[in-house]
């Protein structure tokens, strides 16, 4: 029965070797999920826009140095200048730091590794399919049936885990060479259960499903890691548009305050303008007193 499906075997084993293959060779998968979120436009777009509410330095450095009731205003426009220069600091190491979140989000080591267990397990069943002849049928279907037991376990812990247990030479799936000493081990238990015949009656009764659920199995690496990669994606930019609207806040709040400032500069030169006394021309006086008789023998 599982000949039958040898079309589909082989070319999931040739997608998981060649995923495996152009993944360490180019990053193939941080290259998709960079063009496919366009997370490097996503990230500049966000911090230029508050970049751009941010007042800017001539601005703080042309605000003189204005008194109110005897108090200068000096020391305020001092901490507007410290608060640009720390929101500033801290716009930088945001963008530092969320670019090194999206490529973790878009690593994908532990996604080359369970490929590469995956590669290994279609070629079992294609070894099985070609020992058919010589082998009996029961007890070949019973070792499918335990390496798609070990294969469901390392895939899911694989898929759970993944860069996060790098750290433990147990769960480092980052290491091709860890999946490959685990697909052994998992091989030589699988080898040992089909020996002693554990699980014999039951795989009889459902080894057709248990057929084409390994079948298909082969292709859920694919599946299961892009629904990974994309709610990593979107927790990212759900982090990025948050603190990007915190930082619009602090740049907005700077920027009032600024404003409070130069309005008590200006409003200064305005009373300064309006205390000015009116001087009168002595010229313009003395034509006055001469007009006034003038204007009296007139009348």
Known sequence: MLSDFSPMIELAVTLNIAFVAVEYVKSYTNAVCNQLFNFADYLKQSFEECRSLLVDEITLNSIPNTEINGKSIAGQVEQAKISREKITSDINNELTNFRIKIENVCQSKSISAVSFWMFFYGLSCLFCMGIISISKE????????????????????????GEKGYKNCCFNFTSLRHAL???????????????????????????????????????????????????????????????????????????????KLLT????????????????????????????????????
């Open 138 to 161: 029961e007890q070949l279907e019973l070792f499918i049936l335990w390496q798609t037991f070990f294969t469901i376990i390392y895939s899911i812990v694989g898929w759970l885990i």
């Open 181 to 259: 000493v685990s697909y052994i081990i998992g091989l030589v238990l699988s080898l040992f259960f089909t020996y002693f015949g554990y699980l014999h009656e039951m795989c009889i009764k459902i080894f057709p499903v248990i057929c084409i659920f390994s079948v298909l199995y082969m292709y859920s690496n694919f599946v299961v890691s892009s629904c990974i990669i994309w709610f990593r994606a979107s927790k990212v930019k759900r982090e990025i548009k948050t603190n990007v609207d915190e930082y619009k806040d602090k740049c907005n709040k700077l920027k009032d305050d600024v404003n």
């Open 264 to 299: 008590v500069h200006e409003v200064e030169l305005k009373m300064e303008k309006d205390s000015k006394p009116i001087t009168i021309n002595n010229n313009d006086s003395s034509q006055l007193k001469h007009e006034r008789p003038r204007e009296k023998n007139e009348t």
